[in-house]
């Protein structure tokens, strides 16, 4: 019997095949077939994902001027341990649900069962886990006086971690307009609540506002996503979904690691230096990190889209599609983030001047390192999904660690010595890009010697030659005042794409593809 097609009816077969309608096939043979269908969803991931920047930012840019710098900097310390937890949740349970709910439509009921029940028992535990360990946290960072606002914030794990199975059905049964939706609506709820609540009780206000939000989107899931269970059919093993989520659950808390490990490395180092300084200086590089993690929100994007087409493929051992999947994914993924890094890095000081108070223009100097390595981080983020989505969890948690190693490593040797203030910055910004490069460097070879797939050199080379461009052309143009720096970073996002062009990087194909996922709206 020939190898089974994701395309054939359904049968009998050990690997189901995709049912009958109008879902995305995922083992298409052809590249530009590949980028057609991840296109489609990626239309309304993408439409979301844009929103949640947006709101992020405005949550980012406005909290400052509703509380004060050192208010600012708490907030962004207890957010950013309490995120780890929040994100790690997400992201686990997001890709178990996913992954088994696209390999075969049939189980999607059944294994989103298991999952809420699963939820039950951690979800509870983690977050009695951070409500009691609140002292113990504020006291890690030497300010006793943020063990309140971790104890509120502990309740959103919790939410999360039910909120994020329904979202798991939608993105494995290929639902991106659905699940593009809870986003936009989460989005929203959390940007109109968190500033409204902290305008009335500050840093505690918003932790509550955050809470409320959880709250809210968990509800609208709950109704739209509940699936039944089919008829007659046994309960999805939890030998099956156990094991694999608990190794993704392992690589989240390590790339959510990777994600905020800095600021609260920053801010211990800063504190035992000079305490009185650490909070505005974490406020201030909080403001770089708003910025800088703008590549890897972009590029989620790509990872939610992938992830249920790779495991269709990986599952149907289709290693043709799953070649294709991974190179040119990995492509539009480079072309993306090298013009967002060039974007927010040709002009920092003007790019602060603009969005916060004067004092947080101290961090110009940094800014541009850490874009560079957020930037490897989302093409990290990348290839990790893909390799998830393949069942290659063990892969995925070595790059990860080796992420968090090289970058605290470097934190601990760099930023102790370095005086509080812009080069302490730097010495932050330094020491997490190093990690960042580090982990997707190895990921690169590692896709190449077993998936078949990678970067193809070319682009690399063509990439490279468009940002040397940009960054020639931006040394030269006079960028004095907020207009002329506008108008320098326009200029340098240009030639960039100027020479992706003329290079053939960005050619006629790749615009015919992107004329042909605009018509399968």
């Known amino acids: 019997m020939s190898e089974p097609k994701p395309t054939a009816p359904a049968g009998d077969e050990p690997k189901p095949t995709v049912p009958a309608g109008d879902e995305p096939k995922p083992a298409a043979p052809a590249g530009d077939d590949a980028a057609v ?133 939608a993105n494995g049964l290929r639902k991106f307009r659905v699940q593009a939706s809870f986003d936009v609506g989460f989005s929203t709820a959390k940007t109109i609540l968190l500033l409204g609540l902290a305008a009335l009780w500050h840093v505690a206000g918003a932790f509550a506002g955050f809470a409320l939000a ?38 989240a808390l390590l790339l959510n690691v990777a994600l905020n490990y800095d600021l609260p490395l920053l801010h211990h180092f800063a504190g035992v230096v000079d305490p009185a300084a650490a909070p505005a200086l974490a406020g201030a590089y909080q403001a770089l990190r708003t910025l800088a993690l703008l590549p890897y929100q972009a590029l989620i994007v790509i990872t939610f889209v992938i992830f249920p087409l790779v495991s269709r493929s990986t599952f149907a051992e289709d290693r043709e599609a799953t070649r294709a999947y991974v190179t ?101 910004a330094t020491s997490t890009s190093l990690g960042m490069a580090s982990g997707f460097v190895a990921s690169l070879v590692y896709l190449r010697v077993r998936l078949g797939g990678g970067l193809p050199l070319g682009t690399v080379a063509r990439v490279g030659a468009g940002i040397a461009a940009a960054v020639v052309v931006g040394r030269f143009l006079p960028a004095h005042g907020k207009i002329l720096g506008l108008l320098t970073i326009a200029a340098v996002g240009i030639v960039y794409i100027v020479v992706l062009v003329a290079t053939g990087e960005f050619g006629p194909a790749d615009r015919a593809k992107v004329a042909r996922i605009l018509k399968r709206r």
Do not use: W
């Open 328 to 428: 040119q994914t990995l492509r539009y993924a480079l072309l993306l983030a090298a013009a967002m890094g060039l974007v927010l890095g040709a002009r920092p000081a003007a790019l602060l001047s603009i969005l916060y108070k004067p004092e947080y223009g101290t961090g110009a100097a940094a800014l541009p390192i850490l874009v560079a390595g957020e930037c490897c981080l989302a093409l990290l983020g990348v290839a990790c999904a893909i390799l998830n989505a393949a069942g290659r969890t063990g892969a995925t948690l070595s790059f990860m660690a080796l992420t968090v190693a090289v970058g605290a490593g470097a934190a601990a040797l760099l930023v102790p010595h370095a005086t509080p203030g812009a080069p302490m910055l730097v010495a932050a």
């Open 214 to 251: 959880a709250a809210f989107i968990l509800v609208v899931a709950s109704r739209v996503m509940r699936l039944p269970v089919a008829a007659g059919a046994p309960p999805f093993p939890g030998r099956r979904l156990i094991p694999y989520m608990g190794a993704v659950g392992v690589y």
């Open 37 to 169: 269908v991840a296109g489609r969803g990626a239309i309304f991931i993408g439409f979301a994902k844009i929103f949640f920047m947006v709101s992020g930012s405005v949550q980012q840019i406005v909290l400052p001027r509703l509380i004060a710098a050192a208010q600012f900097g708490a907030f962004a310390v207890v957010n950013n341990v309490v995120s780890i937890v929040n994100n790690t949740m997400v992201q686990a349970t997001i890709q178990s649900v996913s992954k088994f709910t696209a390999e075969d439509d049939r189980n999607a009921g059944a294994v989103q069962r298991a999952g809420l029940r699963m939820q039950a028992v951690i979800g509870v535990v983690v977050a009695l886990a951070i409500f009691l360990g609140a002292p113990l946290i504020a006291a890690f960072e030497k300010a006793p006086q943020y063990a309140p606002y971790v104890r509120i914030a502990a309740i959103i794990p919790l939410l999360y971690s039910f909120y994020a199975v329904f979202v798991g059905s």
